[in-house]
Structures are given as structure tokens and as C-alpha cells.
């Protein structure tokens, strides 16, 4: 039993062969994959997608770099999408000061009322950081969101601020980059954080970890997340393919 909580099987690189790949995720062992949006148009997909296949939840919201485009209106139409029965979280939203592709300030606005919508219809947050993490960790402190739930996606940060997260109730997610040899930070957390906070993800198509990296990244390959973090553990795949998927449920509340 895996739960791949980051995927976006929404995106074009997706569209000759989704229902393969989402096959081939059900062979290997996924029960269960989350579909986070990035904008309104990745967010409607994501919906669509979860409504078509059981196994498929979604999330709804727009990512740092789309933020730019953002108004009030377009929060309304989140609010509105995330009544939807398959939709679980309010994601993925955060800051990104590596590419900066939207103003910081236009970042920071948004990435807060997202948070307040996410609290309004009391559900959990899916937060991208990258070269933001003080000012992340800072906003999440301010309106508390263990409150409602949350998930630090694709976590790339010290594993002495990833201990900070899980005081306040936040889960830490790790991706593909946990399997590459050069990632010591990302080892540390897999080793030092408590099975309990931790997620496995891909973030395909991106981020694929090793032994295929360089090719496009599917759900299937989550396994390889997972056996990374069994072995910094010193546990089997199935404890920790069983209680990161417990974790996943719990905190999308599915039951």
C-alpha cells in the first residue's frame, strides 16, 4: 500500500499514455495518488481527473510562480471548486525565491490568502517553499495551520527546521531527490524526523528519483522514495509504505 501525496498526472507530458500510467501505478501497489493544482487551468484538470478514476484525489490552488495573474475573483473560483467531493487540500501555494517568476510581494499576499480560503472551508494546505524558508516557516507559525493540516511538499530544508514543522502538527514530504547521493540534507530528515510526519511523493513528471533519473518521473516510482526512507531508517519497505500512507489519509482525511 503506497500514497503518492504529489503528482500531477494532469500535465500535457501525460496525455498520450494517463490511463497507462495510471494503471501501471495500480500494479504497483498505489492505493492512492493526490493531484494538486498549480493554476485555475491545472486545478479544473485536477478535479476532472479525480472525479473520473477512484483512486485519484485532488487539491486546488495557484503555485508561487502563477500568482502574478491572481485576484479576488479567481480565489472565488478556488473557493468554489474546493466544495467539490474530491477535492481534499488547498494546493500547492507557497513562496518560490528562486525563480521569482511573481513579485514577492504579490507571493506573499497570496500565499496568505490562500491560507485564510484553506481555513475558511477547513481544509489542509500542500506548501511550496524553495529559497524561502524562514519566511514560510514564519507564515505558517502566524496562522497556525496544524489547525486544519498541512504538508511541506518536496521538502529540501534542514532537518533542524523540519523538526520545528512537526511541533506545530505539519508534515514533511519527500520526493525523488532523497534517492540522489548528493542530497545529505534531505537523508538527515529521513533519518532524524518520526515516521509518523513523513510523506512520500514524486511531483511528476518531475524530480525523478534514481534509478530512472533523467526520464519522466509516474506515480509507480514513489516505491523508490519509500525504500530510500526505510533504508536511512533501517526499516522494510512495508512498514513504511503502510504507516506514510496512514499518515497521507489522516491528514486528507480520507477514510
Not at 498520450?16 to 501505478?25: L, P, V
Not at 521569482?100 to 489542509?124: C, G, T, Y
Not at 533542524?160 to 512537526?166: C, D, G, P, S
Request: proline share 4%; charged share 25%.
Amino acid at each position: 500500500m503506497l500514497f503518492d501525496s504529489h503528482a500531477h498526472l494532469d500535465d500535457s507530458r501525460f496525455d498520450n499514455d494517463r490511463d497507462e500510467i495510471i494503471k501501471a501505478a495500480k500494479e504497483n501497489g498505489l492505493q492512492y495518488i493526490l493531484n494538486p493544482g498549480a493554476d485555475l487551468s491545472s486545478s479544473v484538470k485536477a478535479v476532472n481527473l479525480a472525479e473520473k478514476h477512484d483512486m485519484i484525489y485532488a487539491a486546488v490552488g495557484i503555485h508561487p510562480h502563477d500568482v502574478k495573474d491572481m485576484d479576488e475573483d479567481t480565489l472565488q473560483i478556488l473557493r468554489s471548486l474546493s466544495n467539490k467531493e474530491k477535492v481534499v487540500a488547498i494546493g500547492e501555494i507557497g513562496l518560490d525565491y528562486y525563480y521569482n517568476h511573481s513579485p514577492k510581494e504579490d507571493q506573499r499576499k497570496w500565499f496568505k490568502r490562500q491560507i485564510e480560503m484553506a481555513k475558511e472551508v477547513n481544509l489542509p494546505i500542500i506548501v511550496h517553499d524553495r529559497d524561502a524558508n524562514q519566511e514560510t516557516f514564519n507564515i505558517l507559525n502566524q496562522y497556525n495551520v496544524g489547525d486544519i493540516g498541512c504538508v511541506m511538499h518536496c521538502y529540501s530544508g534542514s532537518v533542524e527546521l523540519a523538526k520545528e514543522y512537526i511541533k506545530r502538527g505539519i508534515y514533511i514530504s519527500l520526493a525523488g531527490p532523497l534517492t540522489f547521493t548528493n542530497a545529505k540534507k534531505t537523508h538527515e530528515v529521513a533519518r532524524e524526523i518520526p515516521l509518523e510526519w513523513l510523506l512520500v511523493e514524486t511531483d511528476c513528471p518531475y524530480l525523478t528519483p534514481v534509478p530512472f533519473r533523467g526520464k519522466r518521473n509516474q506515480p509507480a516510482y514513489v516505491k523508490y522514495v519509500a525504500e530510500a526512507i526505510a533504508e536511512a531508517k533501517g526499516m522494510t519497505l512495508e512498514e513504511v509504505a503502510y504507516q506514510t500512507s496512514i499518515n497521507a489519509k489522516k491528514l486528507f482525511r480520507i477514510l
